[in-house]
């Protein structure tokens, strides 16, 4: 029993911090979904829709980032901070890239809505919202490139509280798009795509300028990503994106088979996924 009052105090103490930071993450979706109610059914659904177009896409993108985790760990161990370096620069190169696909996919999301038989107002406010949140690919994705970064130098912290100070921020922004400016669900995936953007601009700057990570910027200016950092990466991450698509897909793609029977029906189901998600996501 020796060893279990060893590790567990460890365990706990990284286990806590990125909890934490994924509900806070969670958190900005929950809160677009609280405050669309708010403003009406129509709103609430027009977003539902959309979330369950938009985060499959973006989950499988975030798997084959998830790669970063364990290669900066290995590297922190071996105290190689160069690879860091170079670990940091292919993960950024390959947000981009994932970011750049994203926003080309949801840009003109009426191919996929069309073949959903929604109703005509129902389908206008998810293509809004879609076009909107079509923007937050880049920094969401390159938000999580330092998150997974940091995560695997065990800064777990840091990540909790950058993703905490974004709750706030993306509320507020939602309350003057919504209600101020009347916006309805553009507005929604605007504030998401503003809030990324606070985020992975925080995330960088500490990176960047951490005096814990003084060894790794030295070599931030002398290195670049590489084709075969960048294929251990893949090769680590394929798997985990293609899981988690499949996973997380299930469930969307039930959000859209309903979404014909009207903003209600759709409005119910994605509060109950919304609770459910949340409680999923702790264990």
Not at 171 to 194: D, E
Not at 223 to 233: A, E, I, L, V
Request: glycine fraction near 8%; aromatic fraction near 12%.
């Amino acid at each position: 029993m020796s060893w279990i009052k060893e590790q567990l105090p460890k365990l706990i103490r990284l286990a806590v911090p990125a909890v934490l930071a994924q509900a806070a993450q969670m958190g900005l979706g929950f809160i677009d979904i609280m405050m669309a109610g708010h403003h009406s059914a129509q709103t609430l659904a027009a977003v539902s829709v959309g979330s369950n177009v938009f985060i499959p896409i973006v989950v499988i993108m975030m798997g084959f980032l998830l790669g970063i985790n364990p290669m900066a760990a290995s590297a922190r161990a071996r105290r190689n901070f160069r690879e860091l370096a170079r670990l940091l620069h292919t993960g950024l190169g390959i947000a981009l890239i994932l970011g750049t696909l994203c926003w080309w996919v949801l840009k003109n999301p009426s191919w996929l809505l069309g073949q959903l038989d929604l109703p005509p107002t129902l389908h206008d406010g998810a293509v809004d919202y879609l076009r909107a949140i079509a923007l937050a690919g880049w920094p969401m994705l390159l938000f999580l490139v330092f998150r997974f970064f940091n995560e695997g130098l065990f800064s777990n912290k840091q990540v909790m509280l950058v993703s905490f100070s974004a709750l706030p921020l993306n509320a507020l922004i939602n309350y003057y798009f919504l209600f101020h400016y009347q916006l309805g669900p553009y507005g929604l995936g605007l504030a998401t795509a503003i809030s990324y953007a606070f985020m992975f601009i925080t995330m960088a700057i500490y990176t960047l300028t951490a005096k814990r990570y003084f060894r790794i910027q030295i070599y931030l200016t002398r290195t670049f990503g590489d084709y075969s950092t960048m294929r251990s990466m893949l090769k680590i991450g394929t798997p985990i994106a293609i899981s988690l698509g499949m996973e997380v897909t299930l469930f969307a793609g039930i959000g859209l088979l309903i979404a014909r029977y009207g903003d209600v029906v759709v409005s119910g189901h994605q509060i109950a996924l919304n609770v459910a998600s949340m409680a999923f996501m702790i264990p």
